[in-house]
């Protein structure tokens, strides 16, 4: 089965400057890349997501990079901000598998933007 | 929209109970997951079904965990009997037909239970 492992595990940066979260998978047959947010008690929502057809795709201040020869996928956020401070995790998934939807979670990553 | 509704939000019980979650998930969604959220391990998905149909259940830790879901917009989550290690945060997530490759999944604020 798919294996996702997400680095690194806690980050702190200052206000205003850029955090980037990355993750590998392992399977070559995953094609669908998406990230979720999660804040303090709540549930995980997403945030962004990428497809195996493109290699890069922006909202806003995030974005989010695709290698597939290399099966590594990273989030980047620019212009940090307190709010942007949660839980972050990554996520593969093989569409073509049918019905379901099955995600392969990341361990997360733990983001403080500190003021 | 209300979102995937869970309860209940919180629950402590004793080891050996029988502890039961519940799920109402998006309406329209036709396929739902539960997660176990843990600091050691992270999100693991327990069980997906879609259509009411399970699909996989190869997350179940063991025959002590079951999940059922009667129709569309209900599904439980059960534990008979609960032990200390089942303590955890538990979500269930929906989400909708694929349209295109659509994918996302919608979750729920999650319980947190505490088994003593």
């Known amino acids: 089965g798919e294996n996702v492992e997400q680095h690194p595990s806690t980050l702190s940066v200052q206000e205003g400057d850029s955090a980037v979260i990355k993750c590998t998978y392992s399977?070559?047959?995953?094609?669908?890349f998406p990230w979720y947010k999660q804040e303090l008690g709540k549930g995980p929502q997403l945030i962004i997501d990428?497809?195996?057809?493109?290699g890069e795709k922006k909202d806003q201040r995030i974005a989010v990079t695709l290698n597939k020869t290399a099966k590594h996928f990273s989030l980047h956020i620019t212009e940090t901000q307190p709010e942007d401070s949660a839980v972050y995790f990554c996520a593969a998934s093989n569409e073509l598998t049918g019905g379901g939807n099955k995600l392969t979670f990341g361990t997360g990553t733990q983001l403080k933007v500190e003021l | 929209d209300a979102g995937v509704i869970q309860s209940p939000r919180h629950e402590v019980t004793e080891m050996g109970q029988e502890v039961t979650l519940r799920c109402k998930p998006i309406?329209?969604?036709?396929?739902l997951f539960w997660y176990r959220q843990t600091m050691m391990r992270g999100l693991e998905l327990l069980i997906y079904f879609n259509n009411n149909v399970p699909i996989d259940d190869s997350g179940m830790p063991e025959d002590r965990f079951s999940a059922k879901m009667p129709n569309a917009s209900f599904s439980t989550l059960k534990i008979q009997p609960s032990e200390p290690r089942d303590s955890a945060v538990y979500f269930c997530?929906?989400?909708?037909?694929?349209?295109?490759?659509?994918?996302?999944?919608?979750f729920g604020p999650g319980t947190r239970l505490t088994v003593l």
């Open positions: 399977d070559s047959a995953s094609n669908y």
């Open positions: 990428i497809r195996s057809n493109v």
């Open positions: 997530a929906s989400s909708p037909p694929p349209t295109g490759l659509y994918n996302e999944q919608f």
């Open positions: 309406s329209g969604h036709n396929s």
